[in-house]
C-alpha cells in the first residue's frame, strides 16, 4: 500500500508560478511510475503529467505543455509539479497519482491509476 500526500497549493495571480509536491510513503516508490491530474469544479478528473520510475521519461497534456514541469527525487519519495504561467483555467484540485508499473503509460488516465492522493487546491486568480 503507498500513501500519497500532496501539498504547495494555495492561491496565486495569474502569471504566478507554484510548485507542488507529493510524498509517498513505502520502499516502493522508485519502481512507480507516477502522475498529477486536477479536477475543476463541475468537470470530470483529467491528466496533467506523468513521469516514469526513474524520470527518464515525462508526458503532458497539450494544455499545460510548455508551462508545467514534472520531476521527481527517488532518494526523497517525492514528485514534484512545477506550474509556471499559470492561467484562471488552471484552477482545480491537484492530485498525485501512482501505478505499480516503471512506464507511464496507465498513469495517463483514470482507470489506469492504482493509488490517488487525497488533492490540494489551486487557484489562480485574474
Known amino acids: 500500500q503507498v500513501q500519497l500526500v500532496e501539498s504547495g497549493g494555495g492561491l496565486v495571480q495569474a502569471g504566478g508560478s507554484l510548485r507542488l509536491s507529493c510524498a509517498a510513503s513505502?520502499?516502493?516508490?522508485?519502481?512507480?511510475?507516477m502522475g498529477w491530474f486536477r479536477q475543476a469544479p463541475g468537470k470530470e478528473r483529467e491528466f496533467v503529467a506523468a513521469i516514469n520510475w526513474n524520470g527518464g521519461t515525462t508526458y503532458y497534456a497539450d494544455s499545460v505543455k510548455g508551462r508545467f514541469t514534472i520531476s521527481r527525487d527517488n532518494a526523497k519519495n517525492t514528485v514534484y509539479l512545477q506550474m509556471n504561467s499559470l492561467k484562471p483555467e488552471d484552477t482545480a484540485h491537484y492530485y498525485c497519482?501512482?501505478?505499480?508499473?516503471?512506464?507511464?503509460?496507465?498513469?495517463?488516465?483514470?482507470?489506469?491509476?492504482?493509488?490517488w492522493g487525497k488533492g490540494t487546491l489551486v487557484t489562480v486568480s485574474s
Open positions: 497519482a501512482a501505478t505499480k508499473t516503471y512506464t507511464i503509460v496507465r498513469v495517463t488516465t483514470t482507470n489506469g491509476v492504482d493509488y
Open positions: 513505502g520502499r516502493t516508490f522508485s519502481s512507480y511510475a
